[in-house]
Each structure stands twice: as structure tokens, then as C-alpha cells.
């Protein structure tokens, strides 16, 4: 099993096979957090500002899985976990698709092949989601251990996103840390910015 980008969010019926836009895969965003982790991981003095310069480039899928490990170990077992937990889902939603009650005989055949066409693609989905949310994780995990109150990145989409998923994380730890997400603008660039306050 590796990570690899597949696309955003199918919508599976009877009538063929659509994507929701809004929906992106979260491989797409594996890359920052990636950067972000590095970019946070390393000794902390107080008072300091630390500054980190993000590099352009993208990691392969194999690079990426190899920075991944350092912050979730348990990676291989994860995409594994997933793999099997999706299955079973599609498993679920064939049955379900055979014992519809309102559909055509044909419109059943229809659905069953539009699930197995995306098999392999919502498994992929499904692993690259696991996989960003341990590596997002790690990242709040290190905010909160290294008393880190705040990151600052440039206003895109998708550092926008991950940061928000970084806000959410932490707002789920046993004890909830306080956040707030905003935009500013300084020096004619807009930047975006996560505070957290540690207890």
C-alpha cells in the first residue's frame, strides 16, 4: 500500500458517477502538513522566533511515506486498518445496493458495477484521510508538548485547511486547547494564523 493522489469525493448512483469539487482528497494537502511538522519539530528557546522557509518542491509519494513514519510510526498498520475498515464498507453498500427496494433490476446492476468501478479509489481516499489525520495530529501534539502559541503561513487554500484541521485536532485533545484561526495582511502579503493558547 503507498499514498497517491486520486481525486475529490465520488458520488456513486444508479445514474453514473460524479465528484464533489469541495470535497479534495486529503493527499493534496500532505505536503504542508509534511512541512509544517518539519518545519515545528526541533528544540524550542524561549522568546525565540523561529522562521522556516517552505520548500517549493514536492515529496514522491515514497518520500512522503518516509517522512510520515517519523511522526506516525504505526503508518503501515494504519493504511492497513483503513484498507480493511473500507472494504467492509463497500462490502455494506453492495449489499445494500442488491436489496433496494425502490430501484430497477437494471439500475441495481448499474450501481453495483459504479461501486466497483471506484473500489480502488475509495480505498485510496480512505487511506490518504487516515494518514493526513495521524500526520495532523502529530502536528497539534507537538504544538501543545512544545508550548508553541502560534504559526504563521501564507494565505492559500491549502495551508488554510490544514491549519484548520490542526485548530480541530486540538480543539478534540482530553483537555480542549483554546484557538483562533484569522487572516491578516502585513507587508502587502496575507497571511493566515493559529493561536494557541497553552495552559
Do not use: W
Not at 62 to 82: A, R
Not at 111 to 117: G, M, R, T, V, Y
Amino acid at each position: 500500500m503507498t499514498l497517491k493522489y486520486v481525486g475529490p469525493k465520488p458520488i456513486i448512483s444508479h445514474t453514473g458517477i460524479e465528484f464533489d469539487n469541495n470535497k479534495e482528497d486529503k493527499f493534496a494537502y500532505l505536503n504542508i502538513v509534511v512541512q509544517l511538522l518539519k518545519a515545528m519539530d526541533h528544540n524550542y528557546f524561549e522568546g525565540k522566533i523561529y522562521t522556516y522557509q517552505t520548500d517549493a518542491s514536492r515529496l514522491s509519494s515514497d518520500e512522503l511515506v518516509d517522512e510520515l513514519k517519523k511522526y506516525c510510526p504505526n503508518i503501515g498498520q494504519l493504511m492497513e486498518k483503513e484498507n480493511h475498515h473500507i472494504e467492509e464498507e463497500i462490502e455494506h453498500d453492495l449489499i445494500r445496493a442488491r436489496e433496494n427496494k425502490i430501484l430497477t433490476d437494471e439500475d441495481k446492476i448499474v450501481l453495483e458495477k459504479n461501486i466497483d468501478i471506484m473500489h480502488d479509489y475509495l480505498i485510496q481516499r480512505s487511506i490518504n484521510k487516515a494518514v493526513y489525520y495521524c500526520a495532523v495530529d502529530a502536528l497539534a501534539l507537538i504544538l501543545k508538548k512544545d508550548n508553541i502559541d502560534h504559526i504563521i503561513v501564507p494565505m492559500f487554500q491549502k495551508f488554510f485547511h490544514v491549519l484548520h484541521s490542526v485548530q480541530g485536532s486540538l480543539q478534540r485533545q482530553k483537555n480542549p486547547m483554546d484557538t483562533k484561526l484569522e487572516i491578516f495582511q502585513k507587508d502587502g502579503k496575507l497571511l493566515a494564523k493559529l493561536k494557541v493558547k497553552n495552559n
